[in-house]
């Protein structure tokens, strides 16, 4: 009985010994750690926004002649909104078509400004570089950048054309805000950083911080009040809901800065980047009915769709029937109040991805895809309808 006992004590010592080694030494730091985590790459660094601001004034010092920057307005927490502007002959207004490409109206949506910087140096590397056989098979630029392995070798996009930077740039005005919010890259959040006063200001104290700056545009509000449960009010109204659309239109600096830049310009096409769901949407995005140009939408987004293979949702599918109708976007603001044919481009399978081939991927794709949206451009004032912007039933 007596040595019973001993044995079991000794097997319970011995039990907790193991455990100790196995659980708790990992927790005091003297873990195998080298093993664990040999398998798993380093994540990939995204671009803070004192990075990229550092960037790009290097690029524009480098290539000043076709590249210009520009502050369009400041953050709520003192943060420069950059404009970045490529094509020949920068610092004029030319009669070329201007194309719009916004990153980061929702901070945490990393690769949304991702694809934006990538693309601009892509631009302004290649733009003075002599046609070249990047991938040394005795070919010049067989394979450029759209989705397809032209050339048949097994490799997609792996000589990209120089000569068709240079074609894009000569005839383009290209007008790029990497992040729309850059406080809320740096928070790493959803709604920018300002404080919030109640639903409609007029709270004393700050109740919460935060507006969705992609539901602040000022576009139909008081729909709002007329088919509340179609809009979700009661989510967009509330100060502490992560789609919490400000006191009033335009109450916030990002989409006060968005909407004085643009109304400067003559902008053709625009592509709003987000993250995530490998989906393109765009207006209307408050009513399954068709916009004046559903078939120039159509058209533009299927040939985005053999680039990058995202799915073009159409205004009645998907969305809307299953989360309502959305107010307050840039993209109907856009296209309501100057014309713009407008998109939002969900990018990726999840919000930021960690793996480097998967963000090197996702960048790679979307210069073809804005490639092509330049492209595009030329004819698109030629293929819109005969649209009014201020008529009456173009209103809702
Ligand atoms: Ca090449
Ligand atoms: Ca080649
Ligand atoms: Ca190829
Ligand atoms: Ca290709
Ligand atoms: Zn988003």
Redesign the pocket.
Known sequence: MYKNMAIRKCIIFLVLCLFLLTTAFPILGISQSNQTYSNISDPYHYFTYQEMTDLLHDLEDTYSDIMSLESIGVSYEGRDIWMVKLSDNVEDTENEPGVLFMGAHHGNEKPSFEVLIFFIQHMVENYGKENTDDDGDGLVN??PIDGF???????????PSEERVRNVMNNTQIFLIPMVSPDGVEANSRKNCAPNYGPFGFSKEITSYGVNLNRNYDDHWFLYYLFPMKYHLVMNMLDSSFNYRGPYPFSENETISVRDFVETQDISISLSYHSYGEFMIYPWMHTTRPAPDEDLFISIGDNMSKINNYYLYLGGQYIIPRYGGTLGTSENWLYRERGIISYTMELCKERAPSNSAVVYNVCLTHVGVNLYVCERSQTVKSEKSPYESASFFNRF
Do not use: C, F
């Not at 392995?149 to 000589?159: A, H, S, T, Y």
């Open positions: 067989e394979d392995d032209n050339d048949g070798d097994g490799l997609v996009d792996e000589d």
